[in-house]
């Protein structure tokens, strides 16, 4: 979306209400794109949305997608 | 064997070794992989690069990765290997785990071999206490699953 129009619109041409709604629709975009996605809990809706290291690289856990896992963290002691 | 039973019917299990329960996930990446693959008596399954599970961090040794390559065949590697502090056991919990641990499955990991059943939408179904998975109802669990069946309201066993 481009607000180039809207960086030089005089305000005393617009309501009060209009101004700051597009001044907190600017700054929603702003924050949009620099807000880091991957918010672990809240974001995420599927595991195989996931990455993980594997033989030290990053492998997709789509590849695991349609299927049904069990995840278990193991040791070896 | 649950793995070779159900897995042409689309089940995969996801292996990642945790060197915060005692510190038992010494070796690297590469030495933990060749022991699960031992202890499941299978290696065609992955096993990823070990992480950290727990909300706070562990401190744990664990032998230098550099040092792979002269200790990987030795029995006795964790006595005669240099060791050093193992970031895997004091870094942030893995997001694969913070995502696994949403509720009502949430609640710190207790030990190795915890379990979490995940659907093939990806959401998480169950989750198992470390024990024996088959007493807790897996097999069934595992069934519905792959059938695309709702589980059963209730486990067999609460995971805490």
Request: net charge negative; with cysteine; proline share 7%.
């Amino acid at each position: 979306m481009d607000y180039a129009d809207d960086n030089v619109v005089d305000s005393s041409s617009l309501g009060r209400r209009t101004a700051l709604a597009r001044v907190a629709a600017i700054a929603a975009t702003i924050g949009a794109t620099t807000t880091p996605v991957a918010h672990a809990r809240g974001g995420v809706e599927s595991l195989y949305d996931l990455t993980a290291m594997q033989y030290g690289k990053e492998r997709s856990l789509g590849d695991f997608k349609n299927k049904v896992t069990v995840v278990v963290n193991v040791a070896s002691e | 064997m649950l793995y070779k039973k159900y897995r042409d019917d689309g089940f995969e299990i996801l292996a990642f070794p945790v060197n915060q329960f005692g510190c038992q996930a010494p070796g690297t990446s590469e030495m933990e992989r060749e022991y699960a693959y031992r202890k499941f008596q299978m290696d065609d399954f992955p096993v990823f690069d070990k992480i950290a599970v727990k909300s706070k961090p562990v401190r744990c040794k664990g032998i230098d990765p550099a040092s792979y390559e002269e200790f990987k065949d030795d029995p006795d590697a964790i006595l005669t290997a240099p060791l050093i502090d193992d970031v895997t056991s004091s870094s942030p919990e893995s997001p694969v785990y913070a995502f696994l641990k949403q509720p009502p499955f949430d609640g710190e990991i207790p030990w190795n071999y915890t379990k979490f059943l995940v659907g093939r939408d990806g959401k998480v179904l169950r989750r198992y206490s470390p024990g024996d998975p088959l007493e807790q109802g897996m097999e069934e669990d595992l069934k519905r699953a792959l059938a695309g069946k709702e589980l059963s309201a209730k486990p067999k066993n609460p995971y805490l």
